[in-house]
């Protein structure tokens, strides 16, 4: 950009002088780079978050909202916007950060896309609104459908994997608690549940953070037991509650719309309730007695055999199940079990983990369930 002064300019030969931009048109030249850089982010992480819609999802109205903004975003991007752009004055083109370097996942790949598109939009609104009349506007709008379509896909991706999920590890303490958890993630478990009934906050805190990464690095999703603000801390997919836990509607107040709830059940009462406060998935169980659920009688199969034929919504049969008798709970129709003790305490959890899913995957899949966006 030019500074203040006379410039002389050959054109064909012809010496000519040319006057420099004001101090109006040099404040206009800034904002198009500002509207032209924005305008361009927020267009590219957009298209990043519509292919993984498109091709991993497989998902229309999803992709089809991204390209919608995409298209929206590029009616405003005009050509004396380009024409500021000096990609090569831009000091910010060197400007980087390690986390910038790394994606663990496709849940950190998502996140980081949706800032990036949300920060794009709040300096498009800002800044616009020294544009255009309408520009700001717009871009409010715009930010709050991002938000919107942040909520749904990612709330949209852990039902997904809740419903293609068979095996469910919930845990106990455990000396070398994330070296067995890897393990059983290893032999393909996607839904950990983290549960320690007697340790510290503090200590519950490290140990829910380092598993909550371990699971998402995965692919898995991480649930904690009963403690709703444990979830928030730790950015968990959710939370399952017993029968004596706090209300479903009230945690769903707290954690929003993306999260899971899962509540335990051991009859159908139990069941039909938690259906009717809105669980996204239900505990059918102790299917057999468990010191994890010590005093408390065994529901046997026939509650298994009752939920195979009358639960709506995602079940995992729960309690005391293991390598030998796994197959007479899915005799009795299980397609998803949960289970503690018989990989929390077995010496190579890979093997059990994969013997267990080789026994659920010749079941048919139930593919009966649906979620709301």
Known sequence: MREAGWYDESNNGVVVMV???????????????????????????????????????QNADFAGECKRL???????????MRAARDTQADPGTDLTHPAEEQRTSIKSLLEANFCRVQEAMRVLEEYGKLYHPNMGKAFKQMRYRVY???SSLMG???HQ?????????VTSPNENLLETVEAALIGGLTVV???????????????AKKLCQLCHRYGAMFIINDRVDLALAVDADGVHLGQQDMPIAIARQLLGTQRLIGRSTTNSDEMQGAITDGADYIGVGPVYETPTKEGKAASGLQYVSYAAKNCPIPWFAIGGIDPNNINDVID???????????????????????????????????YKHSFVN
């Open 148 to 150: 919107t379509l942040e």
């Open 19 to 57: 006057e420099p931009y004001s101090q109006k048109e040099q404040i206009h030249q800034v904002i198009y780079r500002i509207l032209d850089a924005n305008l361009d982010r927020a267009r590219e992480g957009l298209r990043i978050i519509e292919e993984w819609c498109r091709f991993g999802l």
């Open 193 to 207: 549940q983290y549960r320690n009934k007697t340790a510290d906050d503090t200590i519950r805190l490290e140990e």
């Open 70 to 80: 995409r298209q929206e975003v590029a009616n405003w991007h005009t050509a004396e």
């Open 156 to 158: 949209y991706q852990r």
């Open 161 to 169: 994997l809740l419903l293609r999920s068979r095996l469910y590890l």
């Open 332 to 366: 009795a129709g299980a397609n998803r079990v949960a289970v503690v003790r018989c990989l929390m305490q077995v010496e190579q959890p890979t093997l059990v983990t994969q013997y267990l899913l080789s026994q659920l995957n010749r079941v048919k899949p139930d």
